[in-house]
C-alpha cells in the first residue's frame, strides 16, 4: 500500500463524548492507537444531547447533507470535534433523532424509532464520506446500530468509486442486542426487497440489523476470542450461531485494550493517594477512603472488602449474588456496589443498604469517580457474568490489585488466570458453572487467600503486571485490516 491505511470508524457511542458500555471506551481509545501506528482515521458517531452538552470543543460544520428516508429527504447537521489534534471525530446530528436524554432507551424501555434513527446515522455515515470525499481502505462499523452499512455497501453503493476497494469490518460487542424490528420498517432502509429473506437480513420475520453486518460485512470480530467461540453455540448466540457458524472463516477475536491513561492507581488523579506494584501502601489509604465515602465502619479496614462496578443488568449474573447475600453477609467482609440499570436490581440493593447497614455500601448511579474509587479501595472485585464479551473491570481490577473472582466466559477467561498455590502463578480466581454455590466457593476461597500474606502477595504482583494496553490490540486489529485489504483487493482483480 503506497498510502497510510485509510479507516473510517463508525461507531454509537465513544468516550469522552457518550458512553453506555464499554464499546464507548474502545471507540474512544482504539483509533487513538490506531493512527499512533499510522492509520489515518475519521470516526462518526451521532450528535446525542450528551455530545452537545459534554463542554467539549466542537463545531458546526453544516447541514447539506440530505439523507434519503423512505419517500422523503432529511437534512442531517454535521459537526467536528477531535479526540486528539490527529483524530477527528464527526457527528452526524438531527434534533428530533438525537436530542434526547438518553442514547437508546429510557428505564421504560427502547425509543419506538431506534429503527429510523440509526437507519438515518448509517446512511448519513456512508454520506459523510461523499462529502468529505473520503475514500476509506476500511470501514470498521460496530455494534447493531450501523449493521446496515455493509448492506448498503453491497447493493446501493456497489459501483461507487469511493468505496470501490472498502474492506469492510463489523465488530460485535454483545450479541444478546440486535436491533430487531417490525419488517413493515424494511421499506425506510431503501435497500433492494432481495436483501430481506432469511439469508439476508430476516430474522424470524423481523428485520435484525446485526445480522445484516455479519451477513455483508466482510470480516467480522468480536472482542475476545472465548466470545468468538461461545457466539457460535446456541447458549450464548441468542439465535445467530448458525449465521455465525458460517461465516466462521471471517471470524475473528481481538481481545480489547484498556487506557491505562486513564485507569492507573500510580497516577489517578481520582485517588486520595497513588500506589504502585513496589509500594502498596497507597492502596490501604484508598481503602479507609473508600469506606469513608461509604460511610460504613473503619472497623472494615481489616477485612476482605468486596467490590462490583456495573450494568445493573441480568447479563452480569445479579441473580446469582441474590441467592447467596445471606450466607456472603454472614462472612467476615465488607461490599460496596456501584450501578444502574435495571428497576428491580434499583430495588434490590437499596433492601440489600437497609439489611446490612455495617457491611454494605451501594451507590444506584453512574459515577466515573467512584468506580475509580471502588477499583482501588476494593480488595476483591465480583463478576459473576452469565456472558461477557470482553469486560473492562476486570481488566481494570488487575490493575489496581483488586483480585478478581469471575465466571470463565469470554472475556473474563481470557484475562484472568486462576490462581495455583503450588506455582504462585495466576492473578484471580475463576468458577466455570453458571452456579450460585460455585460462586460462593470461590468467594471464600478468595477470601482464604486473602488471610495468607504470602500468597495474596503473588496474587498482588501477578495482577499488577498483567499488561492490556491498547498498544497490542490495535496491532492485531491492523493486521486484520490488511489482510481483509488485501483480500478485497484480491476479488476485485478476479
Ligand atoms: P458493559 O459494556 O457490558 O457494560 P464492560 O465491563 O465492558 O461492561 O464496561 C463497563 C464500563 O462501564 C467500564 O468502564 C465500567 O467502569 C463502566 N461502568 C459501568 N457501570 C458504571 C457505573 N455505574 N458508574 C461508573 N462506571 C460504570
Redesign the pocket.
Known sequence: MDHPLRILFVTPEAVPYA?????A?VAGALPKSLQALGAEINLVMPYYRMVKGSGLPHQYLGGEIEVPMGDEKLKADLYLGHLNPHVPIYFIGREEFFDREYLYSTPRGDYFDNAERFIFFSKAALLLCQHLGFSPDILHHHEWQTGLIPAYLKSVYQNNPLFRHTAVIFTI??IAYQGLFKKEKFWLTGLPAEMYNPEGIEFWERINFMKAGIVYADAINTVSKKYSEEIQTPEFGYGLEGILRKRKKDLYGIL?GVDYQDWNPSHDSYLIAPYHLKDLSGKRECKKDLLNEFHLPPSLNDVPLLGM???L?D??GFDLLMEILEELFALDIGFVL???GEQKYHDLFTQVAHKYPQKAGI?I????H??HKI?AGADIFL?PSKY???????I?SLKYGTIPVVRATG?LDDTVTHYDPATKKGNGFKFVRYDAKEFLSTIKMAIRFYDQPEHWTSLLQNALAADFSWGRSAETYLQLYRKAWEEKRGKIAT
Open positions: 458512553k453506555t458500555g464499554g464499546l471506551d460487542h454483545n480489547n462496578i456495573s450494568r443488568a447479563q452480569k456501584l450501578g444502574t451507590r448511579a453512574y459515577d466515573d467512584l468506580a477499583e463478576m461477557e464479551p470482553c469486560g473492562l473491570n476486570q481494570y472475556g
